[in-house]
């Protein structure tokens, strides 16, 4: 058998696996869960709608004031903000005839989690 027949089953580069890890990486359930957020979030006007929403003080707002500046039809918007009540990164309540919609704070902070990186770690190529 030459050397390039030669299996690589357990072969260790050096270094590798050297690199403690700051935080534990994610489990199945949790990946699967942050993916349906991060989707939802794919879309630029979801993005916007959220942003509009998080953005007002106490991250609550009206349909009819999210809807400002976005150019897509009502029924477009409704089904937005409906992704994105199932992702889990808001919440809906309706009073009188207006639907107000409000952040998910525990939400928005998951994602901004597993988006962070230790101050001061370089990633080399």
């Avoid at 359930?29 to 007002?56: C, H, Q, T, W, Y």
């Avoid at 992702?87 to 994602?111: F, I, K, M, N």
């Amino acid at each position: 058998m030459s050397k390039s027949e030669l299996p690589l089953i357990g072969v260790v580069t050096p270094g590798c696996g050297a690199t403690p890890r700051t935080r534990p990486p994610l489990d199945a359930e949790n990946a699967v869960e942050l993916a349906g957020m991060f989707k939802a979030l794919s879309d630029p006007v979801r993005l916007r709608l959220l942003s509009a929403i998080a953005s007002r003080a106490g991250q609550e707002a009206c349909v009819c004031d999210v809807s400002d500046g976005v150019d897509v039809s009502q029924p477009t918007i409704s089904h937005h903000l409906k992704v994105l009540r199932e992702a889990g990164l808001l919440t809906s309540e309706r009073r009188a005839s207006w639907v107000y919609y409000r952040a998910v704070p525990e939400a928005l902070q998951r994602l901004s989690d597993i988006l962070a990186i230790e101050a001061g770690l370089r990633v080399s190529a």
